[in-house]
């Protein structure tokens, strides 16, 4: 049986690794003078470097909200995975691993026979990157 891997756009994961392993991944929101984008989805990398060097005092991140995951996690098993693999941000940077865990249990209501490993890289970035590329 093969195992969904998850990851959050944080570990900046090239788009060749996300394609020839089928990741599933997770937006962080990124906010710019009081509009949220998406990571990834409405605002590209480059587009976020030229916010922080515009005016970086109006820039920051915030995580994946557990619903964020349900989201990911349901299309997931709707594509007939059965066991699912995050791993992610340090918990020690980001709430993104809590919002993981939270939809973990959620799951665990709606479809038990599902099983789902949420991890705690304790990397960020390209740390987390490696340990994803080698699940």
């Known amino acids: 049986m093969k195992i969904a891997l998850v990851a959050d ?22 906010l710019f003078e009081g ?10 990398a480059n587009q976020a470097y030229s916010f922080i060097e515009k005016n970086p005092e109006t820039f920051s991140t915030s995580a994946p909200s557990p619903g964020d995951f349900l989201v990911a996690y349901r299309g997931l098993i709707d ?15 980001s ?28 990397f960020a970035g390209p740390g987390e990157a490696i340990l994803i590329s080698t699940a």
């Open 95 to 122: 709430a993104t691993w809590n919002s993981a865990r939270m939809a973990k249990e959620q799951i665990k209501s709606e479809s038990p026979e599902v099983k789902i490993e949420v991890i705690d890289s304790t």
């Open 9 to 30: 756009s944080l570990a900046c994961l090239p788009n060749e690794i996300v394609e020839k392993y089928g990741i599933k991944v997770v937006p962080a929101n990124l």
């Open 35 to 44: 509009k949220i984008y998406k990571d990834g989805i409405n605002l590209t």
């Open 79 to 93: 594509n007939d995975a059965k066991e699912i693999l995050y791993i992610g941000l340090t918990s020690k940077l």
